[in-house]
C-alpha cells in the first residue's frame, strides 16, 4: 500500500459515543498534520507531530485528542463530539519540517457525522 | 506567510488550456507559490511549485510574472478530472507547518 490511509472513510456518531481515526502514511516521512474541513470553508489545521513530538495545536476543544505513537501512524480520539464538529477531517504527512521545501501528501479523509 | 486572491469560479471546455490567476501582491522573496487542487470529497493534492521562475511538470506549468505579485497555473488540456477546487498557497521557504488554504478557485470543466 502506498501514499497516506485514513480508516474509516465514513464514520456517523452519536454526541455521547467514543471513536478514533486512524492515518497511516507509507512514506517515510517524519511529520505528520490533521485538517478539519467544514462544509465551504476552508481547511483548517488542528494538530501538527514531528517525529511523533505534537508541534503546534491550534486552539482545538479538548474533545479532541491526537496521538502519534510513531511516524507512521497517527490517530483522532474523539469523544463527546457536537454536531458542529461534523465534517471532513483529512490527515497529511510531509518528509520533514526542517528542509525548505515540504510538500504535503494528503489522505482521502473521514467523512464524520455527529447525530 | 502573504495572502492571495483567487476568483471564485472558472469554466474551461473540455481539451481547452486552463489559466487560473492568482494574486499574491505582499508576497516576500523568501516565499514560494504552491497549487494544490482538491476534488471534490477527497484529500487535497500538490500540483507545482515555484519561486520566481517559470516551472512545469506532468501535471501543469506555473508562470510567475517577473514582480512575482501574480501567477497563473497552467492545465494544457483539461479534462473533465480536472474539475476541482485549485488552491494558491505562499508560503516561506522551510516554513514546513502548514498549508493556509483560503477558498480557491472551483474549475468546472465542460464537456
Known amino acids: 500500500e502506498t501514499g497516506v490511509t485514513q480508516t474509516p472513510r465514513h464514520l456517523v456518531m452519536g454526541m455521547t459515543n467514543k471513536k478514533s481515526l486512524k492515518c497511516e502514511q507509507h512514506l517515510g516521512h517524519n511529520a505528520m498534520y490533521w485538517y478539519k474541513q467544514s462544509a465551504k470553508k476552508p481547511l483548517e489545521l488542528m494538530f501538527v507531530y514531528s517525529l511523533e513530538e505534537r508541534v503546534e495545536n491550534n486552539s482545538v476543544p479538548s474533545r479532541f485528542s491526537p496521538e502519534c505513537p510513531n511516524s507512521s501512524h497517527l490517530f483522532l480520539h474523539l469523544h463527546t463530539l457536537q454536531p458542529e464538529d461534523s465534517a471532513l477531517y483529512l490527515c497529511?504527512?510531509?518528509?520533514?519540517?526542517?528542509?525548505?521545501?515540504?510538500?504535503?501528501?494528503f489522505g482521502p479523509g473521514t467523512r464524520l457525522t455527529v447525530l | 506567510d502573504a495572502k492571495t486572491t483567487q476568483p471564485t469560479s472558472m469554466d474551461c471546455a473540455e481539451g481547452r488550456a486552463a489559466n487560473l490567476p492568482c494574486n499574491h501582491s505582499?508576497?516576500?522573496?523568501?516565499?514560494?507559490v504552491y497549487w494544490y487542487r482538491q476534488i471534490h470529497s477527497q484529500g487535497p493534492q500538490y500540483i507545482i511549485h515555484g519561486l520566481k521562475n517559470n516551472e512545469t511538470n506532468e501535471m501543469a506549468s506555473l508562470i510567475i510574472t517577473e514582480d512575482r505579485k501574480s501567477s497563473t497555473l497552467i492545465l494544457p488540456h483539461a479534462t473533465l478530472r480536472d474539475t476541482a477546487v485549485y488552491y494558491c498557497?505562499?508560503?516561506?521557504?522551510?516554513?514546513?507547518?502548514?498549508?493556509?488554504f483560503g477558498s480557491g478557485t472551483q474549475l468546472t470543466v465542460l464537456p
Open positions: 498557497i505562499v508560503r516561506v521557504s522551510g516554513s514546513a507547518r502548514q498549508l493556509t
Open positions: 497529511a504527512s510531509s518528509q520533514d519540517m526542517n528542509i525548505p521545501y515540504n510538500e504535503q501528501f
Open positions: 505582499t508576497i516576500s522573496g523568501n516565499e514560494y
